[in-house]
């Protein structure tokens, strides 16, 4: 099953990303390319994702962004809160897929599902400022 996990990212080149097991099967390393156009262009940003501390493949593995980040749907500690995307989990939802959505969320924060309600503010109430401190955050920890 995770050897699957690993082709499907690896023959995908359209998405800014790589992953692999690190060390374990349970327990994977990612890496992600700031999307052309975003906040986040130009900066590398490191995952861990985390399979042994869920009950993957019926529950989201554990994803959380080591880079420090400026966004509104990863809290203070850097994870990413799967479940407020997938409220009903399912086995059929696949790594591709969740990467797939960290990228695109780093092209547009999803208001709705905010894990960061400052940050989520600030982008609401002033886009440009939550802009150029996006950009700052990247320059100073992802580049």
């Known amino acids: 099953m995770y050897l699957g996990l690993f082709d499907e990212i690896f023959n995908d080149?359209?998405?800014p990303c790589y992953a692999g097991p690190s060390g374990d099967l349970l327990h994977w390393a990612a890496v992600i390319e700031g999307p052309k156009g975003s906040v986040y262009e130009g900066g590398v940003f490191f995952l861990d994702i985390n399979f042994r501390l869920t009950n993957y493949p019926f529950g989201p593995p554990h994803v959380k962004f080591l880079t420090q980040i400026y966004h509104c749907n990863?809290?203070?500690?850097?994870?990413?809160?799967?479940e407020?995307?997938?409220?009903?989990?399912s086995p059929v939802i696949s790594l591709?897929?969740?990467l797939h959505l960290v990228c695109n969320l780093m092209?547009?924060?999803?208001?709705?599902?905010a894990t960061n309600i400052r940050i989520a503010q600030h982008y609401l109430n002033n886009k440009e400022?939550?802009?150029?401190?996006?950009?700052?955050?990247?320059?100073i920890y992802a580049t």
Request: hydrophobic share 40%; net charge positive.
């Open 13 to 15: 080149d359209s998405m």
């Open 96 to 98: 591709k897929q969740i």
């Open 107 to 113: 092209k547009q924060c999803d208001l709705v599902n």
């Open 74 to 82: 990863v809290d203070g500690d850097g994870l990413v809160n799967l």
């Open 129 to 139: 400022s939550f802009e150029a401190k996006a950009r700052k955050w990247t320059k």
């Open 84 to 89: 407020k995307f997938w409220p009903e989990w």
